[in-house]
């Protein structure tokens, strides 16, 4: 975290250093977004050294820096600025320290760093990118979210709390179809545990309470129609797995407290959507030569998440 800061410090002075130093500076004045926030150069001197916070060397850690940090910081109270602020000053001075010994041994020409620097500026601009992107996407109104409510009763107005029985099988992919069949033919949990530990298969048991918004929303019909003491068996990358609902309990929510989740969740949904369209289009305008040996084409992951962005959540309460 306060690598960032004290990149952006260096920016300020790094650009008037000799002609090696420049190239640095130069690679990283890129490397975080909003490097305005920093020291301009040049302006009225006083104005400037009211900005300084110490002076190392022949180098300088900025109020700017420390303020780039703190601001970063999580759950420091008013009162805990001042402290909070000498602390984070002593460990970009240490930083900074660090930071010069590393330009005496030349460790910012080292290609691995370069590289590094590069593709940390990629990641940032394109992320940045993708957030304005994303930014363009409006808020659902009142109708909108009344419509989502309606039509899925099972996360609001007909809500379960579900205690689940869980089994998870071991299993290779040519033994899945007929550990299904045997464990269809169980009467009870017992009974079908007994059946695995007879055949050896490798299994675990465990219990987990879900509420209707922790499940997968592709699946929540399905357990929402299930009853106490009804199995359910699906295909896991392990093998299998098997849940057993032990008990449900009825849990609704109104409109007025399911709202601010469904207004988050739909909008969510609208920049995920802004991005993928956003990302084919410039895969649409765009001339794309695949060379080597990757004149084949795209690979399967050609087109995935936006970079640095995570995928909009499926539940609509979290």
């Known amino acids: 975290m306060f690598g960032n800061s004290h990149i952006d410090a260096r920016l300020q002075t790094g650009a008037r250093k000799t002609q090696g130093r420049v190239r640095l500076a130069t690679l990283l004045v890129s490397l975080v977004a909003g490097a305005a926030m920093l020291t301009a150069c040049g302006g009225d001197k006083e104005k400037k050294s009211s900005q300084v916070a110490a002076k190392v060397n022949k180098e300088e850690v900025s109020v700017h820096q420390i303020n780039f940090v703190l601001a970063r910081q999580q759950g420091i109270k008013p009162e805990q600025k001042d402290q909070a602020s000498k602390v984070i000053l002593e460990r970009l001075i240490d930083q900074e320290l660090a930071f010069q010994k590393a330009q005496e041994e030349k460790i910012d020409r080292d290609p691995n760093v370069v590289q590094s620097i590069e593709a940390a500026k990629r990641e940032i601009i394109v992320r940045k990118y993708f957030e304005n992107v994303a930014g363009q996407a409006q808020q659902p109104n009142d109708t909108e979210i009344r419509d989502y409510f309606d039509k899925h009763p099972a996360l609001f107005a007909q809500r379960r709390v579900y205690s689940f029985q869980e089994v998870t099988i071991e299993a290779k992919p040519e033994q899945v179809e007929g550990i299904k069949a045997k464990l269809a033919t169980a009467k009870t949990v017992q009974e079908m545990l007994q059946m695995l530990q007879a055949d050896g298969i490798r299994h675990a048991t465990s219990q987990a309470v879900r509420a209707a918004e ?4 592709s699946q929540l019909d399905n357990f929402a129609q299930m009853k106490d003491g ?3 068996i699906s295909p896991t990358p392990p093998g299998l797995r098997v849940l057993i609902l032990a008990g449900s309990e009825n849990k609704p929510v109104t409109l007025e407290q ?8 739909l909008t969510n949904e609208r920049k995920r959507q802004l991005i993928e ?3 084919k289009s410039l895969r649409a305008s765009a001339k794309i030569e695949y060379v080597g040996s990757f004149a084949g084409g795209p690979g399967a992951a050609a087109s995935g998440a936006a970079p640095g962005l995570e995928p909009a959540s499926e539940a609509a309460s979290q």
Request: hydrophobic residues 50%; proline residues 11%.
């Open 277 to 279: 369209a956003q990302q």
């Open 214 to 217: 922790q499940l997968p929303l």
């Open 230 to 232: 009804q199995v359910t």
């Open 258 to 265: 399911a709202k601010p989740a469904i207004e988050a969740f």
